[in-house]
């Protein structure tokens, strides 16, 4: 057996354990490889900055735990913009497990051992504040300070629930829950998912269905997000922006072309550029968990680019282009 | 301690999807089949807690003004159990009708709209426009003449030869070869990062080597 046809037979499992080890290696020696943001990022980013607390946003937990990975930090990054911007953010799910996800996503945020966190304020935490009456963000802000309130020094600031953000949750069918909330978001979410009816939140009384949002943001890992756009974006004109896994970006691109959607977020790769731009405006103290593997992923890919050069020089100087038949296992 | 316990778990069973790799084993296997099981479990416990409760049986239950309309919908469901039943298993087909038909009513001319009118509209461009940047100008004839190339390529009503359809058809391979390609290295780095997620889960949350 020449070096070639040995090469070409290599056990796989050898390849599975280097790319093992160059997964693990660069998380020790961060090499700080520059992300430039891609155009479909920014526009994404670029219009939530021009948003504000008189603005609402949907963000879709449109996917199951098997793409959290690439997922999870585009709706972290997301809400976290949201959250300090003040933009009031409605939370749905496509799926059961997508509900959970978002739930882990808001624990993230809300961890008061990282670097970046916000402190929850739960529905009847500032019962008080809405008593009386007041029900600007701005208001509620002050009227909590007031109270005697204060941030740690790691913490970004306070999310009302009801005010900020309101956690609707999963509902089957979703296509049609988005039809249906172009009429009303509470004829499909009477509550949110703590039991909290939407009609006494001040956040929906200001937005009471997806005509009076201005964007819906749907981090997913399926055909999910098509969804927003064939019952959002086409019925009502709602704006819609994707985050998708990489398997999917190549065939959600022909959306941006067409204009029906604002920007893509693609793969890991897109929710590290979305958490360099929240870095970069000091939305964040530290780097987010995409941004971290971008590094891993970049020498990962290095050594996949060789394994492939070298597999076709072995296929062709061995001849294996002219033979009908290499011989060993394969 | 319930958050630790649920970090060893998740760090065991990441191990055990992983130890396919080497081998198929008893644990890969057990991961595989929890996978699946706590996965219909918690949708069946979410669905039921957050649709069939607040949304049938409760507003039945206390006898709501109108709630014996949900009656309708919750016969038409529960005649797919009836498939387990072959003598009656034709009465299942009643709500898959139902499905089937209301489905295309609502989702057929949106989906008409926004994946092929659409679609077809962005591709009519204007290839060449006084002032275009010669970048957007390559952009436009790749796209048009792309697009038809794949075309011909799907056009089996006539034999691939000549200058049209056996160039075309040929032009048109070279353009989906194109997007298989930019597809697979999609892949690659969608299936790395899939990995890095699970290596920054066992080396950050279970181990505390990483921040």
Known sequence: ???????????????????????????????????????????????????????????????????????????????????????????????????????????????????????????????????????????????????????????????????????????????????????????????????????????????????????????????????????????????????????????????????????????????????????????????????????????????????????????????FNKKTKLKGRR | MSETIGIWVAAIFTIGIYSFLYKENPLYRLSEHLVVGISTGFGIAVTFTQVLKPKLIEPIAAGEHGAWLLLIPAILGLLYITRFFPSVAWLSRYPMAFLMGAGMGIGFPLSMKASVLRQLEASLVPIYEAGMPWDVVVGNVVMVLGTLAALIYFFFSKPHKGPFFGTGSKIGIWVIMVGFGATFGFTVMGRISLLIGRIQFLLGDWLHIIK
């Open chain 1, 1 to 319: 057996m020449s070096i070639w046809e040995k090469m070409l037979n290599l056990d796989r499992r050898w390849i599975f354990l280097l790319i093992g080890i160059a997964c693990v290696v660069p998380f020790f020696t961060p090499l700080g490889l520059p992300i430039l943001p891609s155009q479909e990022v920014v526009s994404i980013y670029d219009y939530m900055e021009n948003l504000t607390t008189d603005n609402a946003i949907f963000v879709g937990f449109d996917f199951d735990p098997g793409t959290a990975a690439e997922n999870m930090p585009m709706g972290v990054a997301v809400l976290r913009h949201a959250f300090a911007r003040h933009i009031p953010v409605f939370i749905t799910a496509y799926g059961p497990l997508g509900q959970g996800m978002a739930a882990m996503a808001l624990d993230e945020i809300t961890d008061e051992e990282s670097d970046d966190y916000y402190v929850y304020v739960n529905w009847e935490d500032w019962a008080s504040i809405r008593e009386q009456g007041i029900t600007d963000r701005a208001g509620i802000e002050e009227a909590w300070i007031a109270a005697g309130n204060t941030l740690s020094e790691n913490a970004h600031g306070w999310v009302f629930e009801g005010r900020d953000v309101a956690f609707l949750g999963y509902l089957p069918y979703f296509h049609l829950v988005i039809l249906g909330m172009s009429s009303s978001i509470a004829s499909q979410y009477p509550t949110d998912i703590g039991g909290t009816p939407l009609e006494e939140m001040p956040m929906y009384q200001e937005h009471k269905s997806l005509r009076d949002i201005d964007l819906a943001v749907t981090t997913a890992g399926s055909s999910a997000c098509v969804a927003w756009i064939t019952y959002g974006r086409e019925k009502i004109g709602l704006p819609v922006a994707f985050g998708v896994t990489a398997v999917m970006a190549t065939d959600y691109y022909i959306y941006i072309q067409s204009g029906q959607i604002i920007g893509q977020m693609g793969g890991l790769r897109g929710a590290a550029e979305y958490e360099t731009l929240l870095l970069r405006d000091g939305y964040t103290k530290s780097p987010g968990k995409a941004f971290v593997g971008m590094d891993v992923q970049s020498i990962a890919h290095l050594l996949i680019i060789f394994l492939v050069v070298l597999g076709n020089i072995a296929f062709f100087a061995g001849g």
